[in-house]
């Protein structure tokens, strides 16, 4: 009897083929479609350029505005503006040539010392002004707008000499 209980019809093995099979081929589609779009991102046109310079260009002026901008009116940092713009960063890398991987990799130095740079003056020194602008309470209208009208012409004038 026990003879009889081991062994298994043709179409138990049959299936048990077409299940192993299956399993083998949705691990097979799931990891041949993941890994690429994890390790080598594609879509984005400035990887099928000749040059990553426009990129790189763009991508540290937004760094400086964003980092700037944080500094001369507080805010609490934006963790997904950081991680979109490492994304895009890393995404003109393919099209680097051998002379601009060294802009790149400045860069990127750049990004995250002003990463931590803004992360400390959140930390440390945006207390102390919240605090100042507490003493001295509300800023009067004529002033915002002397302010703002200051802040545009810096804006201007590191546009013009970056």
């Given at each position: 009897m026990s003879a009889q209980k081991s062994r298994h019809s043709a179409g138990w093995y049959a299936g048990a083929l077409v299940f192993w099979l299956l399993c083998a081929w949705l691990i097979t589609v799931g990891l041949s479609?993941?890994?690429p779009q994890i390790f080598s991102p594609v879509?984005?046109?400035?990887a099928e350029a000749d040059t990553c310079a426009p990129a790189l260009r763009t991508l540290r002026a937004e760094l400086l505005e964003r980092v700037g901008g944080t500094i001369a009116k507080p805010r609490k940092q934006d963790d997904a503006w950081f991680t979109d713009w490492d994304r895009r960063l890393y995404r003109a890398r393919p099209s680097c040539t051998e002379g601009e991987r060294a802009a790149f990799t400045e860069l990127?130095?750049?990004?995250?010392g002003l990463?931590?740079?803004s992360e400390r003056f959140?930390?440390?020194?945006?207390?102390?002004?919240?605090?100042?602008?507490?003493?001295?309470?509300?800023e009067p209208q004529h002033a915002q707008a002397s302010s703002a009208r200051a802040a545009h012409r810096a804006r201007a004038t590191a546009k013009e000499n970056p």
């Amino acid at each position: 009897m026990s003879a009889q209980k081991s062994r298994h019809s043709a179409g138990w093995y049959a299936g048990a083929l077409v299940f192993w099979l299956l399993c083998a081929w949705l691990i097979t589609v799931g990891l041949s479609s993941i890994i690429p779009q994890i390790f080598s991102p594609v879509g984005d046109p400035s990887a099928e350029a000749d040059t990553c310079a426009p990129a790189l260009r763009t991508l540290r002026a937004e760094l400086l505005e964003r980092v700037g901008g944080t500094i001369a009116k507080p805010r609490k940092q934006d963790d997904a503006w950081f991680t979109d713009w490492d994304r895009r960063l890393y995404r003109a890398r393919p099209s680097c040539t051998e002379g601009e991987r060294a802009a790149f990799t400045e860069l990127n130095r750049l990004r995250y010392g002003l990463g931590a740079l803004s992360e400390r003056f959140e930390r440390e020194e945006l207390p102390h002004l919240e605090r100042l602008d507490e003493l001295l309470g509300p800023e009067p209208q004529h002033a915002q707008a002397s302010s703002a009208r200051a802040a545009h012409r810096a804006r201007a004038t590191a546009k013009e000499n970056p």
